[in-house]
C-alpha cells in the first residue's frame, strides 16, 4: 500500500514521509521497513534511537531519502544540531546487535504477557511490542469513567484518547507493577 502511494506521489513531484521511530522493536522490522540499497526519489524515512533503545530525550534521529534532498537537510543543520553526547551513546546502541536481540525477545514476551492480562478481563486491545491499546467500549461504566484519573489514581501513568474511546498501556517494567496492573485491571472490571 505505501509502495501504491509513494508511486502516485512521485508522479506530480510529491514526498511520501514514513515513521520508522518503532521499527526497530518488531523481529521483523526490516521486512516491513521502506528503506532499501538506494532512496528512491520522494522517499523519506525517519528513525529514531528513542523509543526502542530507551534514550528518550536524547534528540538523536536518522533520516533516509535521496541524496539530493540529504544535502538540502545538511544546509539547514549546525554542527551542534546533534550532541557528541547524543552520537555517542547513539553509536553504542546501534553496534550492540545482541542487546538488540535479546531486547525484542523481551518486548515479545512481555507484550504478549500485556495482551493475555488485558484479555483476561475482557478487554478489546490491540498490541504492538512497546504497548497496547485498549478499547473503553468494553467498559460498562464508560459514560462517567475517566480512564487517565482511574489510572493515575493507581499510580499507573496511561495515555488517554478520548476521541477514540480508548486508552494505551505501555509495558509494566518489574513484577510489581504487573501486579499494579492487574489490580487496577480485575477492580476495573467489576
Known sequence: LLKRWLSILQQSNGWLVIDEAFMDALPEGDEFSMISQEPEHGLIVLRSVGKFFGLAGIRLGFVWADPVLLAALA???TIWSVSSVARWAGA?????KHWQSLMRQRLASDSQKLCTLVAKYDFECVSTPLFCTVQLSTIQRQSEFCAYQYF???GILIRNFEHLKAFRLGLPKNDMTWRQLEQALSELKT
Not at 553504542?92 to 550492540?96: C, E, G, K, V, W
Open 75 to 77: 544546509e539547514q543543520l
Open 92 to 96: 553504542i546502541a546501534l553496534q550492540d
Open 152 to 154: 493515575a489514581e493507581r
